[in-house]
């Protein structure tokens, strides 16, 4: 016996640890669908095909349920309408079976119930069984049973509990009618059960058909959103294989026109956008490598040059230092040059706006400019007391690039004339000279980083190519107008207008 009881113990703390073990699986279950679930997202990857697919298949689906719903609303009261007209020339038929005889034609109506898949119950006017073509007890109505609800005058619906089983849901036809000078209640109940097969039938062939509607749908629908994307697809190849060295690569824009059209041009205008800043980008480092060639090439050169005969030679020690001076201060002027742009094409500038007089500082650059220059003959002209909001320093930076450009490219003795006035409620400032002037070919390039347009003069005036850039800059900045007008061996004109009323820039 203690045997048996250690067995049974054994196997009850079996069944235990068994159920114990099942319990932290059912809790655990549901976190680890979870899990997988977020980790199959992450990798599984949705293409815009699908997810196009999936909401037309999901339209389509939704359209088709409410489309289904719809006609089984419609069959379902077509066929209790149906039914009701059954059962109402069934009772005008059992009437007159009545009506015809003292005794109850039994016969009758039991062949027209069994023709008819209806069952039959005739009351009297107590509520007494007469007969029944089914052994029915009971007498159907609103008041004596809960299930049975009335739907209109004469028919009842009985909703014979949640069984699943025959005669779950009947039609029942109630009627008091006279017969042998007495009233009785004609019951006719029919279990509905033929309109209930023909729905369910429906119901079937109706998920047949949308389901294979559904699934052609999808196969046709990912077949064609896929030949629809394929340029997606195509666009995506080429933009793989765009390189730096491979700019010139463009998508293929020809075909329908389309969004996706408008999409490759747009990538395609953003490609050349791109390059041109590219080979910009590449034209300045090599003119700045250039420009910084030759001072650090000159300077290297007399280094060498002290290095052997300078430590004991006076004049050439004399020659080399100015030499060594002049080339780094050159170097200095460029490298302050292309730090500016630098500054300014990451908009790292913040112009310190201020009301100033612009004739107040155009009275200043002038005279600034006669005590570093005689050679030429510098006028102004600014009857009009005006004032702008600028940042004085920057302002004044750019007028002397325009004043000293003008200085370089005028011969001796030639004459440079600075205008400010009062024009269409603008403050127009004009830098013209009588200088050698600009051909047609460089005028649109003057502004650019490193263009000379006199490049046979440019190591005797001593510019490095960005003056004019760094000017343009500052007035763009302001957001204000430039413009150049030049002709050969007449002169340069160099106009400037300015809002007087521009406070926010």
Known sequence: MSDKGEISREIKNLIKFIFNLMGKAITLIPILIKEVYKRTLKKFRFSISFK?????????TRTLFFLSLSICVIFILYSGKAAEDTMTKDFKLMSFYLSETSKLPTKEIEQLAKLENINVNLFDNDHKLLFSTNNTLEFYSEQANPNISNIN???????????LKQDSFSLILSKNIKWNSENIYLQINNGLSKEILNLVMLIIILFIVNSLFILLNIASGSKASKKMLRPVDNMTKTVKNITINALDTRLDVSGSK???????????????????SYELQNQFVSDASHELRTPISVIQGYVNLLDRWGKNDKAVLEESIGAIKSESESMKNLIESLLFLARGDKNAHQLKLEPLYINELIDEVVKETK??????????????????YADRSLLKQALRIFIDNSIKYT?????????????????????????????????????????????????????????????????????????IESKINIGTKISLLFSQKNKNL
């Open 258 to 276: 389309d969004e996706l059209k408008e999409l490759a041009e747009t990538f395609n205008n953003m490609l050349d956008r791109l390059e041109q």
């Open 52 to 60: 196009i697919t999936a909401v037309y298949a999901g339209i389509i």
């Open 371 to 388: 005590l570093m220059d005689t050679s030429h003959e510098i006028s102004k002209l600014n009857p009009d007391i005006l004032q702008i």
């Open 411 to 483: 011969p001796s003795g030639g004459k440079i004339k600075i205008t400010c006035v009062l024009q269409n409620q603008k403050v127009l400032i004009t830098i013209e000279d009588n200088g050698i002037g600009i051909s047609k070919e460089d005028l649109p390039n003057v502004f650019n980083r490193f263009y000379r347009a006199d490049k046979s003069r440019a190591k005797e005036t001593g510019g490095t190519g960005l003056g004019l850039s760094i000017a343009k800059w500052i007035i763009l900045k302001h957001k204000s107008d430039i413009e």
């Open 153 to 163: 005058n004469d028919f009842l619906l009985h909703l014979n509990g949640s069984q």
